[in-house]
């Protein structure tokens, strides 16, 4: 593995889908699931370019919060930052949002 650099970042970006949704009281909205995946996808494809040929990285602990709904139809983004690394352990600041504010935060530890 070669040396990852703090405050690396990596933003991955989806469209809100149908499949995407879960049903919150009366409205169908962004699940919860859907933007954590999304932010771990974010956190483990920024470590790529640092991993070694046959390397991989999975993720150890995810802490996080849904803050905002989003609904079908909506670009969302998630923004992993390299805020440590500890030997192979490496801890994220994750944000998620849509197109009108921050709607999730997150930190998140990967090996």
């Given amino acids: 593995m070669k040396e990852i ?3 690396a970042s990596c933003t991955k970006e989806t469209s809100v889908t149908h499949e995407m ?3 919150s009281g009366s409205v169908d909205v962004y ?7 999304l932010m771990e996808k974010a956190a483990s494809q ?3 370019p640092y991993l070694d040929e046959g390397e991989t990285s999975v993720g150890i602990r995810m802490d996080a919060t849904h803050d905002a709904a989003t609904p079908e139809g909506m670009m969302v983004s998630a923004t992993a930052v390299v805020t440590g690394v500890d030997r ?3 801890t994220f600041s994750i944000t998620a949002r849509d197109e009108k504010e921050v709607i999730g935060t997150a930190t998140h530890e990967r090996f």
């Avoid at 699940?31 to 995946?37: E, G, K, L, R």
């Fill in 88 to 90: 192979r352990k490496v």
């Fill in 21 to 23: 949704l879960a049903s």
């Fill in 46 to 48: 920024l470590l790529v």
């Fill in 31 to 37: 699940a919860t699931p859907m933007m954590i995946a």
């Fill in 5 to 7: 650099e703090i405050q």
